[in-house]
Nanobody, 116 residues
Framework: QVQLAESGGGLVRAGGSLRLSCAASGRDSYIDAMGWYRQATGNQRELVAIIRVSGHTTYGDSMKGRVTISRENPRKNTVSLQMNNLEPGDTGVYFC?????????WGQGTQVTVSS
């Protein structure tokens, strides 16, 4: 089992930046990819960005060009999401995800609120 601990959410004004971090523990070698998804009230959860153990990244359309996902340590069990030029429409709960052989493990989520 992998456990995920998220940090870094909060309140920011439009145009500001936030950095989210997600640390995996437990069987953290059982990870093929880690990433971030977000969910606004009344909307479906959507991809923000993922990074695979190879280093290959994929970004969702909604925040592409404004976010960067990276690994914080050589063990590849902590990832960060740098979010810039935030907009009120980016408000929502951001969830960390790890995937191993097609099976997802989710963090509890961290709230990001962008004021206009």
């Amino acid at each position: 089992q992998v456990q995920l601990a998220e940090s870094g959410g909060g309140l920011v004004r439009a145009g500001g930046s936030l950095r989210l971090s997600c640390a995996a523990s437990g069987r953290d070698s059982y990870i093929d990819a880690m990433g971030w998804y977000r969910q606004a009230t009344g909307n479906q959860r959507e991809l923000v960005a993922i990074i695979r153990v190879s280093g290959h990244t994929t970004y969702g359309d909604s925040m592409k060009g404004r976010v960067t996902i990276s690994r914080e340590n050589p063990r590849k069990n902590t990832v960060s999401l740098q979010m810039n030029n935030l907009e009120p429409g980016d408000t929502g709960v951001y969830f960390c995800d790890s995937n191993f052989r097609g099976r997802d493990t989710w963090g509890q989520g961290t709230q990001v609120t962008v004021s206009s």
